[in-house]
């Protein structure tokens, strides 16, 4: 009986001193961050809610934008950095690598803003996204554009086209990234009742979890 009473209590302090083990800043993020990889139902939850309220996409956009993230969350890939602790208080810095979403919403926007008949209802669909034919198509009349103007259309990208057939393109340029992109994200943390806990993580943060954060 003495010796079962041991080995119990062996076992309850060698569990207790993993758990504690387990109780750091870095397994937390390490843990957040699986999250995504695993596509948690809890990750995908926040994705649906998102997407659910989005007014400019139709089913069917949203249906495709959402295997579009499914499919950036389970390539996502991480490396802590560095972890600091002082008292109650951590931070852990991480350096992620997602597919580059956001250099081909950018240039899905700028030839939108130089194309936009090609957007109209009624117009063809026949969008060229070839670079060398747009190059082409558009020599013959740069002499004659004004150059303010041009420079002004490509600054003015603080706000995201609604077109239904722009976001069509846009969804189709995505499908087709298999470019990635590293980021660096600093977690902020802090011990309650013994345990340590994520912060809320920022928008910008969120967008590079993403992919989707523009410099």
Known sequence: MKKLLCILSLSLLLFTGCSNMMNTPTERVEEFLGKYQSMDSEVLAQLDSVISSDTT????????????????????????????????????????????????????????????????????????TDDDVKNDNDA????????EDKDDTKKDTTTEPEDSKYIDYK???????????????????????????IEDISDMDRQKLHGLYED
Request: a negative charge.
């Open 57 to 128: 996409m139709s089913d069917e956009q949203k249906k495709e934008y959402r295997a579009l993230m499914e499919k950036q969350y389970q390539n996502l890939s991480y490396k802590i950095t560095n972890e600091e602790i002082d008292g109650d208080n951590a931070t852990v810095d991480v350096e992620i690598e997602v597919f580059d979403y956001a250099t081909s919403v950018a240039e899905s926007r700028k030839y939108y803003e130089e194309n936009k008949d090609e957007f109209k209802e009624g117009a063809e669909a026949t969008i060229d």
């Open 140 to 147: 013959d009349d740069a002499e004659d554009s004004n150059e």
């Open 171 to 197: 969804i189709k340029q995505l499908k087709d990234v298999t470019d990635k992109v590293k980021y660096e994200i600093t977690f902020n943390l802090t011990k309650e009742n013994g345990k340590w806990k």
